[in-house]
């Protein structure tokens, strides 16, 4: 069963330092979202790519947030310099190449982001 | 206004009766609505979707769309425990990828 691939599970880090998470989308799968999920927010889009090229990233910090999609199989997002409020946990999704824009999203396990 | 709402709950339910779970959304331009399951610690999971007016079913479950009230809802009969949970209200935005999460409403089944 295809998934979508998320590293680290968890992070710790300082406040200040810089912090990587990436998403390996499914073989196939050419559209990739961030989100980040709060207990107060929910689940908020933060960007969202289709084949490589940034559609929308509206949602996302520009000062201290980035997104980048290097190559099909690999999605990035980068925090530097990461603040506590930062906290939260990260998904990835991807859906289908070919999908219309009314598919169901297919969502990676999420990487816990915690910044002391 | 927020874009989807959700009653946030939490909605319990003792174990074999209905669960109706309630979304309303400001887009009137949207196509298709999803419902998602998100177990705690876990990822959101696809359980359901309607596009067209009227209801779906799906074994246990069965989706609501009313577009003209901008009104979609979810039941589950006969609720299990492990149907507890947070149900997320999912609705890409007009003509877009843009999918917007309402705030969840979390299910807690006794049994």
């Known amino acids: 069963d295809a998934r979508v691939t998320q590293t680290p599970r968890h992070k710790v880090t300082e406040m200040g330092q810089e912090v990587t998470m990436r998403c390996q989308p499914i073989?196939?799968?050419?559209?990739v979202f961030w989100y980040r999920q709060t207990m107060m927010q929910g689940l908020e889009l933060l960007a969202y790519f289709r084949n490589r090229a940034p559609l929308d990233d509206s949602g996302m910090p520009k000062d201290r947030f980035s997104a980048e999609m290097p190559d099909a199989t690999l999605a990035t997002l980068k925090i530097q310099p990461s603040e506590p409020r930062d906290s939260a946990v990260y998904f990835c999704?991807?859906?289908?190449?070919?999908?219309?824009?009314?598919?169901?999203?297919?969502f990676g396990n999420g990487t816990r982001l915690t910044v002391t | 206004q927020k874009e989807v709402e959700q009653n946030s709950g939490p909605l319990s339910v003792p174990e074999g009766a209905i669960a109706s779970l309630n979304c309303t959304y400001s887009d009137r331009g949207s196509q298709s609505f999803f419902w998602y399951r998100q177990y705690s610690g876990k990822s959101p999971e696809l359980i359901m979707f309607i596009y067209s007016n009227g209801d779906k079913e799906d074994g246990r479950f069965t989706a609501q769309l009313n577009k003209a009230s901008q009104y979609v809802s979810l039941l589950i009969r006969d609720s299990q425990p492990s149907d507890s949970a947070t149900y997320l209200c999912?609705?890409?935005?007009?003509?877009?990828?843009?999918?917007?999460f309402g705030a969840g409403t979390r299910l807690f089944v006794k049994a």
């Open positions: 999704a991807s859906v289908p190449k070919g999908s219309g824009p009314n598919s169901p999203l297919h």
């Open positions: 999912a609705v890409p935005n007009t003509g877009g990828f843009k999918t917007i």
């Open positions: 073989l196939g799968h050419n559209t």
